[in-house]
């Protein structure tokens, strides 16, 4: 059964110009696709209807624009986990089946090579993409764990702050091209393995329950 997940449109984010925010999502598309060695500002041009030498006024390089596309994705899934925390109509269960869905959604697409490529080519924007996890997993998940306490569905005792790094630590060995390479996963199975893994360690009998009726084994 698949939950009705928040869906975020291309939208300018607070004084975002329109034409920065339609840049920016496309490429991401573009990168998520092909990957990042293989994109160049020309295409990135074509595909926007523009000249490049329009592109280059609003983004420098395509570094530039990577730099910009991971910012926007780290926001926007901030952005969707505020979205489901703040709904009365979903129990906890179904706001992290949700999450998870939401981050297979954004990954689907996702060719394994960009991170390889961002490794290999690009090691800063590599780093970015880390401190970006670094950034939303204790946001999100450390807001999942307290409200799972508070709804009788995470155990009690659970440390948030060791549970957070834990989970952190876990994703950041994870989401290692050889890693994935190894295992033979793609960056979309990693989330909702990862999550269903983690929090059926923390679950009271009842949050089991659940978790078991939204994530099957």
């Known amino acids: ?36 060695s293989q994109c160049t500002m020309d295409e990135l041009a074509a595909e926007l209807g523009m000249s490049k030498k ?44 949700g999450f998870a869905e939401g981050m297979v959604e954004r990954l689907t697409k996702t060719n394994p090579r960009l991170l390889r490529d961002l490794q290999r080519f690009a090691p800063d924007l590599y780093r970015q993409v880390a401190e970006m996890r670094e950034k939303n997993i204790p946001y999100v998940f ?17 440390d948030t702050a ?15 091209p050889a890693t994935m390479e190894r295992l033979g996963l793609a960056p979309r199975d990693i989330a909702p393995r990862a999550i269903g893994l983690f929090f059926g360690g923390l679950l009271t009998p009842a949050g089991r329950k659940e978790h078991e009726k939204l994530f099957p084994r």
């Open 1 to 36: 059964m698949a939950l009705s997940v928040p869906k975020l449109p291309p939208r300018p984010v607070g004084d975002t110009p329109p034409v920065i925010t339609r840049i920016v999502r496309l490429a991401r598309a573009h990168f998520f696709t092909h990957g990042y």
């Open 54 to 97: 329009t592109l280059y006024v609003h983004f420098p390089s395509k570094e530039a624009i990577m730099r910009a596309v991971i910012e926007d994705l780290g926001r926007e899934i901030r952005t969707s986990a505020d979205e489901l925390f703040a709904s009365r109509q979903l129990n906890f269960a179904e706001k992290l089946r």
């Open 142 to 158: 450390g807001r999942f764990i307290e409200e799972g306490q508070l709804a009788g569905m995470v155990r009690p005792e659970v």
């Open 162 to 176: 060791f549970a957070v790094q834990f989970f952190l630590q876990a994703m950041n060995g994870l989401c290692q």
